[in-house]
């Protein structure tokens, strides 16, 4: 999982709460990735950032936020609007704006309940 | 609209035999194509990507990926298979344009019985 940490593991709220995902990691990459998995779906990406202090929705942002204050982190905000949150989120990262070389951290696995 | 398709959910292969696991892309222009593969509550782990060159593309762990242009494929492949590379396997593509985002395929879950 190179050097992005991903934390928690597991992830338990009820219903209507906001919950923050943490993403950080230690490889001086430029740009950062949020990607949502569900079973039979791939991955779909969330948010992405290429530099700090700016960031991109992806395919599927809606009920998520997310913030880039400092170039090791990315942490993403499942936000009470989302309307199907339970998934495993995973963040990625990689050198320069080219997208090549993406590297994963080992995921969060978010229940709502 | 750019797609990557994995034409199967589920590939079973005995211990020792050739494993071969389907990835078909759509994109104009010279695709960027990677496998990579995930291991239960896992991330994602880099096998190995496709940008220029030579069509066959050697990675990680003794796997290997051919790309054809006029099949638009890029099939993973492994001579003898192992237990242990039973494991979720994804083909994906960057996108064109400035975002430079990669797209995923559905998925394929790989079986290796002994």
């Known amino acids: 999982d190179g050097g992005i940490t991903q934390s928690p593991k597991y992830l338990f709220r009820k219903e209507g709460q906001n919950v923050t995902l943490s993403c950080e990691q230690n490889l001086n990459h430029d740009a950062m990735y949020w990607y949502r998995q569900d079973p039979g779906q791939g991955l779909r990406l969330i948010y992405y950032s290429q530099i700090v202090n700016d960031f991109q929705k992806g395919d599927i942002a809606e009920g998520y936020s997310v913030s880039r204050e400092k170039k090791e982190s990315f942490p993403l905000t499942v936000t009470s609007a989302q309307k199907n949150p339970t998934a495993f989120y995973l963040c990625a990262s990689s050198p320069g704006t080219s997208g090549l070389g993406q590297y994963f951290g080992p995921g969060t696995r978010l229940t709502v309940t | ?114």
């Open chain 2, 1 to 114: 609209a750019q797609s990557v398709a994995q034409p199967e959910d589920q590939v079973n292969v005995a211990e020792g035999n050739p494993l071969t696991v389907k990835c078909t892309y759509s994109v104009s222009g010279n695709p960027y194509l990677f496998w990579y593969v995930q291991y239960p509550n896992r991330g994602l782990q880099f096998l190995l990507k496709y940008i220029t060159g030579d069509n066959l593309v050697k990675g990680s762990y003794g796997f290997e990926a051919e790309f054809n242009k006029s099949q638009t494929s890029f099939h993973l492949k492994k001579p003898s298979a192992l237990v242990s590379d039973s494991a979720l396997y994804f083909c994906a593509q960057i996108s064109s344009g400035s975002a430079r985002q990669l797209t995923f395929g559905s998925g394929t879950q790989l079986t290796v019985l002994p």
